[in-house]
């Protein structure tokens, strides 16, 4: 039987794969929400960076699957490392409900790095939920 992994398994990162098709298989069945995200910690840097994408586009229509998972969110910012990664993740920030402060603290936190997490993090500062 294949596995949400099995999906999204690969060999080039430049390539998202089959998220879109992940993206779909979740929103028809939110159950599979939890096992999708689960995998931006798989040891498979292609997997983890497949399930961010996918993890952020479904955030992006139902803004409530990733807010059940702020506080692991918020809780392991610091050991993302993986840009494509971080890349997802600065955009699900932003989808997060958070108050002003706090978003201002991840700012600071999470700015380092690349030119356009920095962008999105200061558009992330500047909205308000």
């Known amino acids: ?43 498979d840097k292609i997997i983890c960076a497949r399930c961010a994408d996918a993890i952020e586009k479904v955030s992006g229509r139902y803004p409530e699957y990733i807010q059940k998972k702020k506080k692991i969110i918020l809780s392991n910012l610091s050991s993302f490392k993986q840009k494509e990664v971080r890349w997802h993740i600065a955009k699900m920030l932003g989808y997060l409900k958070l108050l002003q402060r706090k978003r201002n603290l991840l700012l600071g936190i999470y700015s380092t790095g690349s030119k356009w997490i920095r962008v999105l993090l200061l558009k992330l500062c500047q909205c308000r939920h």
């Open 1 to 43: 039987m294949l596995t949400i992994y099995d999906l999204l398994k690969g060999h080039d990162l430049r390539s998202i794969g089959k998220a879109n098709e992940v993206v779909e298989l979740v929103t028809s069945d939110p159950e599979l929400f939890d096992e999708v995200f689960d995998g931006i910690f798989h040891k």
